[in-house]
């Protein structure tokens, strides 16, 4: 089974702090992506990448940056954080080529910025 | 543009009816790719199928079946004698190629089914 797992399930930051999200994958997937999830307002894509070092710009990329160093793992960071940024963010991989196969899904951390 | 769209917030069933949740979409491509996902309420987005804009024909899984009908950009998912284990919230999402791949989800319909 794939398997997408991500560093915490919840979280709680104050404003102006720096803020790491971890995503692993276990699939070999190629593409990696993170989305934040708010209430009537559906997933939205943050940033995605298709390879190590690679990285671009999603929806709603503002307030955010990325790193991925390892195939395996992508990282989501708030560079500081506030709290319009207060939602649940969940990760996902995907073969290439995007968009052909779904993408699985991890569990998501829901982070609370005060 | 490029939007998905699902009207329906929330739908609440007694169990063993049945249900169909509404999508629709909006694309100029011509090749795209069609999803859709369940959210239970552990979090996890689970997978449940892919229609590309080649294939329209109609797909059954069990108490799930999907209708996609191009003239109306319409995927619509029905579940048969819905069962309490079917309560979550269901995404609808399609793949823009000229995009990079982009997912484009609906903001999600949210099924209670009750006891």
């Known amino acids: 089974d794939v398997k997408v797992t991500q560093s915490s399930r919840y979280l709680v930051k104050r404003t102006g702090e720096k803020v790491f999200l971890e995503c692993v994958q276990d699939?070999?997937?190629?593409?990696m992506f993170w989305y934040r999830q708010d209430p009537g307002l559906g997933l939205r894509l943050i940033y995605f990448?298709?390879?190590?070092?690679?990285?671009e710009k999603g929806d709603i990329p503002e307030g955010y940056s990325v790193s991925r160093e390892k195939k395996e793992r992508f990282s989501l960071i708030l560079e500081s954080a506030s709290t319009n940024q207060t939602s649940m963010y969940l990760c996902?991989?995907?073969?290439?080529?995007?968009?052909?196969?779904?993408?699985?899904f991890g569990p998501g951390t829901r982070l609370t910025v005060t | 543009a490029q939007k998905v769209t699902q009207a329906q917030t929330e739908i609440s069933v007694v169990e063993k009816e049945d249900v169909t949740l509404d999508c629709v979409y909006e694309?100029?491509?011509?090749?795209?790719?069609l999803f859709w996902y369940k959210q239970p309420p552990s979090g996890e987005l689970v997978f449940l199928i892919r229609?590309?804009?080649?294939?329209?024909q109609n797909e059954i899984s069990g108490r799930y079946s999907w209708n996609f009908q191009k003239s109306t950009s319409s995927f619509n998912f029905t579940i048969t004698a819905s069962q309490v284990v079917d309560s979550a919230v269901y995404f609808c999402?399609?793949?823009?190629?000229?995009?990079?791949?982009?997912?484009?989800f609906g903001q999600g319909t949210e099924l209670s089914v009750k006891p």
């Open positions: 999402a399609l793949v823009l190629y000229n995009q990079g791949g982009k997912l484009i």
């Open positions: 229609r590309n804009s080649f294939d329209e």
């Open positions: 699939m070999d997937h190629e593409n």
């Open positions: 694309t100029r491509d011509t090749t795209y790719y």
């Open positions: 996902a991989s995907s073969p290439r080529p995007v968009g052909t196969y779904e993408q699985y």
């Open positions: 990448s298709y390879d190590v070092k690679m990285k």
